[in-house]
């Protein structure tokens, strides 16, 4: 009954989410193209895919590793991903091209999941960390379709939220056919809201697996060529009410060094107009990414607005600040700069990454700061020192190298449990005659 109010609710706010898209496609149009494929009105797909949805770009990026593999180890079953964003669209063009077949995943109404998915007759469905939906996960518990939540995280915040409406997510999580979790303290919230001990692995984040070509590797030694040495640091996937506060920071540093630069990568591209803006207001001297490949000698601020060159300016830079951790946001992933050797530092908001964060901390890979104003004191020692520099970035890096390995260890238990319910072993719901649907 309570899915059914979901849906009814659903239905009732289609103008208003249609209006959001509109709304904002007038700084990314990707919003108010291909909304058929919303309703589930997609472009040809093939039977018996491996259907794995990814939200946006960090969840497409963390499942590249993943895909690639998986292509070389199944060629002969088509892989379908879908995505919520037209960034999360473009990043899956990017990375894979025709390999992989693309849509959007249509919105929760339970009609589009009964029609969609006999057309489809997908392999699994697999969810990167946490993108649930309930009339989906329904719809391919009585199509018998088997749904894995991999590299599943669940924060404290989150967990309470799902508590909450309990009568909802709990139906819903005790229909996943198995949930490969980051870190024990993700699989204990999962245990805490019903699910079955038995159907939680953990395997770690195969954020850690991470490979660090050998472009990148030239990309990151130009850029640092362009800046001519400069002491620089990044201030990495910001959000609204960080941008401003974060260059008071900087100003203030430059008072004592100078020549620093601050590079800016603000989170959604949807905001890189107003952030512009907001540096601009600031009046510290700048340039933009999109109109400059390089920053000007007298620049003081470097505006990242563009896509998919995070780990160019993680590298580039001599230390690393994680943004959405000022602005109780709940920060943004730490292993990438980790991945490169760089000195991280976090505000005190990081719930969406605790588990990490907090085992970082105890190997004292990550230097958590409880104000903006510890966090230039922090900022300026590290960019006076290069000793403290290699200290912390080097504890970082040894904590991104002790956590490789999930990739693996999820292939091997996603490939268990494929071969259990292939074998007609898995003693699970897909051993029991489907349910008549009564959904409206």
């Known amino acids: 009954m309570t899915r059914l109010l979901f849906s009814a609710l659903l239905y009732c706010l289609t103008p208003a989410l249609l209006l959001r898209l509109w709304l904002r496609g007038r700084t990314l149009p990707g919003y108010r193209q ?57 990043t899956v063009t990017a990375l894979f091209g025709d390999k992989v077949h693309h849509a959007y995943l249509p919105w929760d109404f339970p009609h589009v999941y009964r029609r969609l998915l006999p057309l489809l007759k997908p392999k699994a469905l697999v969810i990167m960390e946490t993108e649930l939906w309930p009339n989906l996960i329904n719809a391919c518990d009585r199509q018998q379709v088997p749904v894995f939540l991999v590299n599943g995280r669940l924060s404290e915040r989150s967990a309470h939220g799902y508590q909450r409406f309990r009568a ?30 038995a159907a939680i692995e953990v395997t770690g984040s195969i954020k850690f697996d991470l490979s660090i070509s050998s472009q990148l590797t030239g990309d990151i030694a130009a850029f640092k060529r362009s800046i001519k040495g400069r002491p620089a640091w990044v201030a990495a996937s910001t959000h609204a009410g960080e941008e401003a506060d974060l260059l008071e920071v900087h100003r203030r540093i430059t008072e004592t060094l100078p020549d620093t630069l601050m590079i800016l990568v603000p989170r959604h591209p949807d905001r890189f107009g107003t952030v512009a803006d907001i540096v601009n207001a600031s009046g510290l001297p700048y340039s933009r990414r999109s109109k400059r490949r390089q920053p000007r000698q007298d620049d003081k601020v470097y505006l990242a607005d563009s896509l998919g060159e995070l780990m160019l300016f993680f590298g580039a830079a001599q230390v690393a600040v994680m943004g959405n951790t000022f602005n109780g946001g709940g920060g943004h992933n730490p292993i990438e700069p980790a991945a490169l050797g760089k000195p991280v530092l976090t505000g005190p908001s990081y719930t969406n990454f605790q588990s990490i964060i907090n085992a970082m901390q105890t ?34 890096y040894v904590f991104y190298q002790q956590q490789q390995g999930a990739l693996q260890r999820l292939e091997h238990w996603l490939d268990h449990q494929l071969n259990l319910i292939d074998s007609g072993s898995e003693p699970s719901r897909f051993a029991q005659p489907p349910k008549v649907s009564t959904d409206r």
């Not at 005790?174 to 001990?197: C, K, M, N, Y």
């Not at 004292?364 to 000793?387: A, C, F, N, P």
């Open 34 to 90: 291909r909304w058929r494929e919303r309703f589930g009105h997609w472009p040809a797909m093939p039977e018996g895919a491996l259907w794995l949805h990814s939200v946006s770009v960090g969840e497409t990026i963390a499942a590249r590793p993943f895909v690639e593999r998986w292509l070389t180890r199944h060629p002969h079953i088509p892989v379908i991903i879908t995505t919520m964003t037209p960034t999360g669209s473009e």
């Open 168 to 197: 909802l997510t709990r139906p819903m999580l005790q229909q996943l056919t198995g949930i490969a979790a980051q870190h024990g303290p993700d699989a204990e919230r999962f245990q805490a809201l019903g699910v079955q001990p």
């Open 363 to 396: 190997d004292q890979g990550i230097i958590v700061t409880d104000s903006l104003q510890t966090l230039e004191k922090r900022l300026m020692g590290l960019l006076k020192s290069q000793d403290l520099r290699d200290t912390f970035g080097q504890r970082a």
